[in-house]
């Protein structure tokens, strides 16, 4: 669905610097989460199934080694060929991929690993059996599960970071964001169809929200950003690999030597005290 | 609900988790006391009118009968709306105590769309007297001392922002502190996206609180009436030790003009309904208000780690 948001504006106009950002974000050639795991990580091997319903493509979970960690990653599997984008529902997961998610990190926590999460998606599939099968329910227990877990975790938005569907994996010790990555509440193409009526200001939209990684990163959403190439993870994926590495080698071990209890203190009083922008009258 | 048919929008068929929530959509004409016209459109009744006519059944109602039956028509047990303030009069005894009803918003983003956020949160505030969409009381149903948090649909369609998330996060905090039961009342079109990320991380704040809540064995219920949508069932409305709904309640994740987008083709009847989560298996109990209060009382009586 997002493969039909590339055009710049209907007004011609060049774009917004928000904007540039979202097609960066949404560029066809960017790495997408299974690019950042074959890359990163050695030894990948899947782990199938949510157990009650399905096997959701949408998602990807499994056994990895990380510069000699044993760890659970977690990717939403977007683009492939037209078949397989059309089978993994453009990357968006149904409440089965969540569900799947949470079985595996819970094997994960039972065995003391920690948890890498990569999140590429416009937001969590808003289909018919999705809300059947308990969309709500499947992102709201992975939200409490996730808050609970006593193993490190790490979440990774490295392209679209859409909504509850996004945060779902993302309630983190570490939630990092690449460079050219956005966070958001809603898409820019929504939230013009909603508050300007027309889905053609999607460029003013982006701007108002402030979806951008340097922007979600000073409202306190996020807690670093991952550096790209100036070209971006795009033009030059190598490097974009090369940094996300090491950034990621870096938030590893430091959770890994903190003793569990501080940081389990350290993920509740982050979330408890995240985005406080109130006044007292 | 009218406001999930607005037929102008040029809606994107993209994901979202706000329930298509409109804010534009005149909430006060469907307020505690404003009756729905036969179209289905907000009418401009006013609440000195004598009369109201149910949207489910369309007889005409006698006002002041349908306050004593708690806004639900006795003939077709239709459930109006009600607000946070005659919610927690309805469910608790008297003699609560109102908190935490100072916070304000501080317009994060210094969000502006055809409007501006604030001037959207002073009309919002000018009509309910409210500060932002919920309430916290304290007070006593039967003998259960317990933690009351409402939503107010009419404020800005009970989206939560980071008033809503910190108010919330707050009556976890008081339920920790004392071992009160929490009990969250839902009604609310889902995130407010005039805060953008902003909305989105109070659904990590609460799920975290609850968590703590959770492993405290501090019992935790949730009652969604119509509307409650989006972020907001994807988190605490979902996570109770039980949930129960007011019948006919709209319940869902995403809007159903989004889903018909995507899927092209219209939804089947009582589709995101009470009765279709029952049949589901996403809720525990469909009660109705006459019967909520009954209801807790006795779900507390049972929600207790035995001394
Ligand atoms: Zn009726």
Known sequence: ?281 | MSWFKRPSANLAAVPTDNGDFDPDQDFAAESTFAPVSDDGEPSRVRTEGLWIKCPGCRTILFKAELEAKQMVCPKCNHHFKIGANKRIELLLDPGYEIVDGNLRSNDPLNFQDVKSYKSRLMKAQAETGLNDALVTALGNIGPHEVVLSAMEFTFIGGSMGAVVGELIARAIDRSLSTRRPLIIVTTSGGARMMEGVVSLMQLAKIATGLAELDEARIPYICILTDPTMGGITASFAMLGDLNIAEPGAHIGFAGPRVIEQTIRQKLPEGFQRSEFLLEHGFLDAVVNRQELKAYLIRALDFLKTPA
């Open chain 1, 1 to 281: 669905m997002s493969e039909t948001t590339h055009s710049s504006s209907p007004q011609g106009q060049p774009g917004t610097p928000a904007w540039t950002k979202v097609e960066r974000a949404r560029h066809p050639k960017r790495p997408y989460p299974m690019d950042f795991i074959e890359r990163l990580f050695t030894d990948f091997s899947e782990i199938h199934g949510d157990r009650a319903f399905a096997d959701d493509e949408a998602v990807a979970c499994g056994m990895a080694r990380f510069h000699g960690h044993e760890v659970l990653v977690i990717g939403n599997r977007k683009g492939g060929t037209t078949k397989e984008r059309v089978r993994r529902n453009f990357g968006m997961p149904n409440p089965e991929g969540y569900r799947k998610a949470l079985r595996a990190m819970k094997i994960a926590e039972k065995f003391n690993r920690p948890i890498i999460t990569f999140i590429d998606l416009p937001g969590a599939f808003p289909g018919l059996g999705a809300e059947e099968r308990g969309q709500a329910e499947a992102i709201a227990r992975n939200l409490i599960e996730m808050a609970k877990l006593h193993v490190p975790t790490i979440a990774i938005i490295s392209g679209e970071g859409g909504s509850g569907g996004a945060l779902a994996l993302a309630l983190a010790d570490r939630v990092l964001i690449l460079e050219n990555a956005l966070y958001f509440v809603i898409t820019p193409e929504a939230c013009a169809a909603i508050m300007w009526r027309d889905a053609a200001h999607k460029e003013r939209a982006a701007e108002a929200m402030r979806i951008t990684a340097q922007e979600v990163k000073e409202l306190g959403c996020v807690d670093d950003i991952v550096p790209e190439p100036s070209v971006g993870a795009h033009e030059d994926r190598d490097a974009a690999f090369e940094s996300l590495d090491s950034c990621l080698l870096y938030h590893v071990e430091q959770l890994l030597a903190m003793p569990e209890q501080e940081r389990l203190v350290q993920r509740r009083n982050k979330f408890r005290n995240i985005a406080q922008f109130y006044t007292e009258v």
